[in-house]
């Protein structure tokens, strides 16, 4: 016997059943038209290639001017190496500049399924995403990378052994691979206050469980920044767990005020009740 069909939800009026099928054209869609959005911002990045790849590379000469070997260089194996690079980084800030198109589209996808309370919440959280996302990228370009890269570096100067000379070579594909890798990572964690508003906005969890699990959050925050920071020093991981951390509690700030109220405790009556019987 057929499964009888889902009615729409009264709470939701625009809410229409729709297939899995119907569910996967929507995502195709947007899928689509996120592609297509970074179009115009990947060939904005690839006009201004040569000041991106300067930008990047800033962080890594002033580490090496700092300490003092000379020149900084970046080297190339092959003659793609340097055409591959420029793609890389134009994808890369591509997708930063198309970030706010990005995150209205994974709304878009979501909001048939929300009421019309959270669908008000659409817009703010997709601007929202796309801020943070930079504004991580953005902190760890101007914070973590100087210090890391001053410390990765120092640790392996040029030196002479007893036999041979040890000489740094950077390949420019392998340290662009890791910085855009770094950025990428550092957005996307910046996106955890986001999603803990959203959360809360939906009805998911309040600002008491919120508050309940920061202290499993401050381990999470630490094991992250180890895993994310470039180098094993103790200052870098304390400058990535710390904006984690905080970040964290100024989303459960958030959810105070646009979450739901806990519900008052009702197990002390109910004790009291099974002690008279």
């Given at each position: ?15 229409v ?9 929507e995502?195709?869609?947007r ?10 911002g990947v060939?904005?990045?690839w006009?201004l290639?040569e000041e991106l ?7 890594y000469a002033?580490a090496?001017?700092h300490?003092?070997?000379g020149k ?5 194996s092959?003659p793609?190496?340097?055409f ?8 890369v800030?591509?997708?930063l ?5 990005i995150?209205y589209?994974g709304w878009?996808?979501?909001a048939?399924?929300l009421?019309k309370?959270?669908?008000?919440y659409?817009?703010p959280f ?7 996302f930079?504004?991580g990228?953005f902190?760890g370009?101007?914070f973590v990378?100087p210090?890391?890269?001053q410390f990765l570096?120092?640790?392996t ?5 007893h036999?041979?000379e ?20 550092f957005?996307?964690?910046f996106?955890v ?6 959360l809360?906005a ?27 920071t ?13 904006p984690?951390v905080?970040?964290?509690?100024a989303?459960v700030?958030?959810?105070y005020?646009?979450g739901p109220?806990?519900e ?5 009556p109910?004790a ?6």
């Amino acid at each position: 016997m057929a499964d009888a069909p889902r009615l729409p939800d009264p709470e939701l009026p625009h809410d229409v059943p729709m297939t899995i099928w119907e569910h996967l054209r929507e995502l195709r869609k947007r899928l689509i038209a996120s592609l297509l959005g970074m179009v115009p911002g990947v060939a904005l990045a690839w006009s201004l290639r040569e000041e991106l790849l300067d930008f990047l590379a800033a962080p890594y000469a002033d580490a090496w001017k700092h300490l003092g070997y000379g020149k900084p260089t970046l080297h190339f194996s092959s003659p793609v190496d340097l055409f591959v690079t420029h793609l890389h980084i134009a994808i890369v800030v591509g997708l930063l500049f198309s970030s706010p198109w990005i995150a209205y589209q994974g709304w878009a996808f979501i909001a048939p399924g929300l009421y019309k309370r959270e669908k008000a919440y659409a817009i703010p959280f997709a601007l929202a995403s796309a801020l943070f996302f930079a504004g991580g990228a953005f902190f760890g370009y101007r914070f973590v990378f100087p210090a890391g890269f001053q410390f990765l570096l120092d640790v392996t100067p040029t030196a002479k052994s007893h036999l041979v000379e040890i000489v740094p070579t950077i390949m420019i594909d392998q340290y662009l691979s890791f910085a855009t890798q770094m950025l990428l990572g550092f957005g996307i964690v910046f996106e955890v206050p986001v999603v803990v508003a959203f959360l809360a906005a939906a009805g998911l969890v309040n600002w008491k469980q919120l508050l309940k699990f920061g202290r499993y959050w401050i381990l999470i925050s630490s094991i992250v920044a180890a895993v994310l920071t470039p180098t094993p020093d103790m200052l870098s991981q304390l400058m990535m767990m710390g904006p984690l951390v905080l970040l964290y509690y100024a989303a459960v700030g958030v959810a105070y005020f646009i979450g739901p109220k806990p519900e008052p405790a009702t197990e002390q009556p109910e004790a009291e009740a099974s002690e008279v019987n």
